[in-house]
């Protein structure tokens, strides 16, 4: 079974310009994450989506972040204007169950992001 | 809001010894999850171990074993054996009954020295 997969790995962009990273959950996973570690500060929720609904979006920093997910099956995070403090890594994760009690989430290897 | 403290920045062992890495933790909830992942450099982060609060008993995996102290809000996490691969940035993190986000801690890098 594919695990959590992301793109780009790296991503090194000028302030101002636009970035776009994808998430491909685990086959049949209805709940998707997106978490992100800027330089040495701990790993903060962005949102949470249950299939293509965002179920919590209380983590995005602000609206320049825009997160999709069309079909409830791989989700965008796109960044417009990227400015310098949105460095960091960006990681996806994926769980089966729904909201409430517990479920593993699966992380993929996050995409690095640099904005020059 | 719940908040997760991890003490140790960095921490180094010989291999084949045991290590503890500190987790603590604070939270109003009676009923949460808590959590040990690990991401070995250059690596995606996977589950190591997870604890529900309402179970007394600690959980095991293999070499990995947990002291859930809940009154004390602690959750540190036992290595025995190290083996080198064990070499990673662990992050313990928490979430609550109602919700699916996690939080986390801020790492502690281990090094499991030959």
């Known amino acids: 079974e594919a695990g959590v997969t992301q793109f780009p790995s790296h991503s090194v962009i000028e302030k101002g310009q636009t970035v776009t990273l994808r998430c491909d959950p685990i086959?049949?996973?209805?709940?998707l994450y997106w978490y992100r570690r800027v330089m040495g500060k701990e790993i903060k929720f962005l949102l949470h989506?249950?299939?293509?609904?965002?179920?919590?979006e209380s983590g995005m920093p602000n609206n320049r972040f825009l997160a999709e997910r069309t079909g409830g099956t791989y989700s965008t995070l796109k960044v417009q204007p990227a400015e310098l403090e949105d460095s960091g890594v960006y990681f996806c994760?994926?769980?089966?169950?729904?909201?409430?009690?517990?479920?593993?989430?699966?992380f993929g290897p996050g995409t690095r992001l640099t904005v020059l | 809001a719940q908040t997760v403290t991890q003490s140790q920045p960095e921490m180094s062992v010989q291999e084949a010894e045991t290590v503890t890495l500190s987790c603590t933790y604070d939270t109003s909830e009676s009923n949460y999850y808590l959590f040990w992942y690990k991401q070995p450099p250059s690596r995606q982060m996977i589950l190591v171990i997870r604890?529900?609060?309402?179970?007394?008993q600690n959980a095991t995996e293999n070499r990995f074993s947990v002291n859930f102290q809940k009154a004390a809000k602690s959750f540190s996490l036992k290595i025995s054996d190290s083996q080198l691969g064990d070499t990673a940035m662990y992050f313990c993190?928490?979430?609550?009954?109602?919700?699916?986000?996690?939080?986390f801690g801020g790492g502690t890098r281990l090094m499991v020295k030959p």
């Open positions: 993190a928490f979430h609550n009954n109602a919700g699916n986000m996690l939080t």
């Open positions: 086959s049949g996973h209805d709940n």
């Open positions: 989506f249950v299939k293509e609904s965002k179920q919590d």
């Open positions: 604890q529900e609060a309402y179970k007394q």
């Open positions: 994760a994926s769980s089966q169950r729904g909201v409430g009690g517990s479920d593993t989430q699966y």
